[in-house]
T-cell receptor, first 117, second 107 residues
Framework: GAVVSQHPSRVICKSGTSVKIECRSL??????MFWYRQFPKQSLMLMAT?????????EQGVEKDKFLINHASLTLSTLTVTSAHPEDSSFYIC?????????????FGPGTRLTVL | LAKTTQPISMDSYEGQEVNITCSHN???????ITWYQQFPSQGPRFIIQ???TKVTNEVASLFIPADRKSSTLSLPRVSLSDTAVYYC????????FGKGTRLHILP
């Protein structure tokens, strides 16, 4: 299947700083990417839909000014956690949608573990 | 978006066939059914996708009855490494994850 990468795989930062996470589709172009957050022992929670060349669509309860999403190219979306706090510590996962022959599949990145001290 | 319901957890033994059933009563006409596997601290991995009847690949089979209100993932001859969380999803655009099924394979 298609490959999606994330960078960094883990990051530790101080409270109040901003952290940028990159999501890349390595062997296909993705007009749509998604960002999820996952807390321990819980399922993935969709945060936002990232659309190439336009504004992201955020799910209810997700602060768009805190979680900045940029999808500047067909292979790269970035999530910036601004002014991070300990409660933002989580596992962040992106996915990229590949559409072919009327069918679409989502391929997930390996995730980024964010720890805010 | 179709809501999915799966058993919270299942136990099985190595070498057994494991069937995980998912219900998606309000699935839309153009929705596909997709199953993912997730290990701790990793992103979900695509297992199989289908629309109706039966689909088989090198790792699993997916059975979908005619009314498409449920589906069953079948894992043949499981091993300890199949211990993971399995998610059933029904949709075409954005994917909303349910709670998944925590499968534990015993020796």
């Amino acid at each position: 299947g298609a490959v999606v990468s994330q960078h960094p795989s883990r990051v530790i930062c101080k409270s109040g700083t901003s952290v940028k996470i990159e999501c890349r589709s390595l062997d296909f172009q993705a007009t749509t990417m998604f960002w999820y957050r996952q807390f321990p022992k819980q399922s993935l929670m969709l945060m936002a839909t990232s659309n190439e060349g336009s504004k992201a669509t955020y799910e209810q309860g997700v602060e768009k000014d805190k979680f900045l999403i940029n999808h500047a190219s067909l292979t790269l979306s970035t999530l910036t956690v601004t002014s991070a706090h300990p409660e933002d510590s989580s596992f962040y996962i992106c996915s990229a949608r590949q559409t072919s022959g009327g069918k679409s599949e989502q391929f997930f990145g390996p995730g980024t573990r964010l720890t805010v001290l | 978006l179709a809501k999915t319901t799966q058993p919270i957890s299942m136990d099985s033994y190595e070498g057994q066939e494991v069937n995980i059933t998912c219900s998606h009563n309000n699935i839309a006409t153009n929705d596909y059914i997709t199953w993912y596997q997730q290990f701790p601290s990793q992103g979900p991995r695509f297992i199989i996708q289908g629309y109706k009847t039966k689909v088989t690949n090198e790792v699993a089979s997916l059975f979908i009855p005619a009314d498409r209100k449920s589906s069953t993932l079948s894992l043949p001859r499981v091993s300890l490494s199949d211990t993971a969380v399995y998610y059933c999803l029904a949709g075409t655009d954005k994917i909303i994850f349910g709670k998944g099924t925590r499968l534990h394979i015993l020796p």
